[in-house]
């Protein structure tokens, strides 16, 4: 039986770092591979977590913009595993107001790695989407007509793919509130996010419905990052409590699945 592997995106520091942690003071039976883009970052990661006595955690290169490399983990993940059994999207970053940048990065760039990796998931396997309460937040402050699309069950990937470019388009010709659009490229990203959660959940559940497989989207909170500043209220290892805790959901349960998540309470969307 092939050991059991768990990929953690954008892990080099911060909320990624404080989840590879979580995973294995959680007891996760098997190798934890932390993924970054740059690969001197993420070898550091590891001599640290080594030294603090976390040994099964082992480096592979991911940057989730471009789509070869995506491709390159699934072909090491298939020949070392056989498959993988716990995805978690965490890379991202918050360029609030570039909207070309941020949705390359935060919706394309976790797109890409689902499409390289959803289709080696195990049974039983675990899918994370790291997203924020700034999407709900968002999602609020879109027009009626934007807020239907976002909220109707039968939305599709490709019809998600198209509203997340209308956005960026709009917002580069700087009349992006005038169609409706909330004023902030990162959470616009992040209901992006949000909602593929909830249409590759259903996804799995049609044409996997057997397999036990779950996958929720959460939020860390706001945590005390490079990214988020000094001044949040939550530490690393605090925002990691919730990605942590939908990755080692017990095999046999069917809730949550399709959700988002906020400190392991089922977020109303």
Not at 13 to 24: D, E, M, N, R, S
Not at 228 to 234: I, R, V
Request: net charge positive; proline share 4%.
């Amino acid at each position: 039986m092939s050991k059991k592997v768990v990929v953690v995106t954008g892990a080099n520091k911060g909320v990624g770092l404080a989840i590879v942690k979580g995973l294995c003071k959680a007891g996760f039976n098997g190798d934890v591979l932390l993924t970054a883009r740059n690969e001197k970052l993420g070898q550091e990661a590891i001599s640290g977590l080594h030294s603090e006595g976390f040994k099964n955690v082992v480096f592979h290169q991911l940057d989730i913009c471009d789509q070869g490399s995506s491709l390159k983990l699934k072909k090491f993940l298939e020949e070392k595993y056989g498959g993988l059994d716990v995805l978690i999207n965490n890379a991202g970053i918050a360029f609030k107001q570039q909207a070309e940048v941020t949705m390359r990065t935060n919706f394309w760039g976790t797109l890409w790695v689902c499409h390289a990796l959803l289709p080696i998931l195990k049974p039983n396997a675990r899918v994370v989407n790291v997203s924020s309460f700034v999407s709900k937040k968002c999602l609020d402050q879109c027009s009626p007509d934007l807020q239907a699309k976002f909220r109707n069950k039968d939305l599709s990937e490709e019809e998600l793919c198209l509203l997340m470019g209308e956005f960026v388009q709009a917002a580069q010709a700087g009349d992006h509130a005038a169609q409706g659009w909330p004023n902030s490229a990162y959470g616009t990203t992040k209901i992006g996010v949000t909602v593929l959660s909830k249409i590759q959940a259903r996804v799995l559940s049609e044409k996997r419905p057997g397999d036990g497989i779950l996958l929720n989207a959460c939020c860390p909170g706001w945590v005390r990052t490079d990214m988020a500043g000094p001044k949040a209220t939550k530490s690393p290892e605090e925002g990691a409590v919730t990605p942590v805790y939908l990755a080692m959901l017990p095999e046999g349960i069917k809730e949550p699945h399709g959700q988002l998540v906020w400190d392991k309470v089922v977020q109303e969307w």
